[in-house]
Nanobody, 115 residues
């Protein structure tokens, strides 16, 4: 299993970013996928998840209405569109999957929201 995130960066408050997660090593279309984030000195938290076909999504209350999770099963890629970014969104963002009972993580991508 390999998960590779991209798309992070420095953005001003109120700005937008789109994160991508390229997956390989498993049948991507058959697994629920997750985005997590970890801010400095805080525990890693679930941001959003998406069902196999992409029709069901769930979000943390802190990002509802601002973030949108999606996936393209033909490209084995998951996305996180982030709008209305706030300084509290500053974190390393990880994509994740539970495959055969084990949770796998990508290397993470840094998102910094600052003026």
């Amino acid at each position: 299993v390999q998960l590779v995130e991209s798309g992070g960066g420095l953005v001003q408050p109120g700005g937008s970013l789109r994160l991508s997660c390229a997956a390989s090593g498993f049948t991507f279309r058959s697994y629920v996928m997750n985005w997590y984030r970890q801010a400095p000195e805080k525990e890693r938290e679930l941001v959003a998840d998406i069902s196999y076909g992409g029709l069901r999504t769930n979000y943390a209350d802190s990002v509802k209405g601002r973030f949108t999770i999606s996936r393209d099963n033909a490209k084995n890629t998951m996305y996180l569109q982030m709008t209305g970014l706030k300084p509290d969104d500053t974190a390393v963002y990880y994509c994740s999957v539970v495959y055969r009972g084990l949770r796998y993580w990508g290397q993470g991508t840094q998102v910094t929201v600052s003026s």
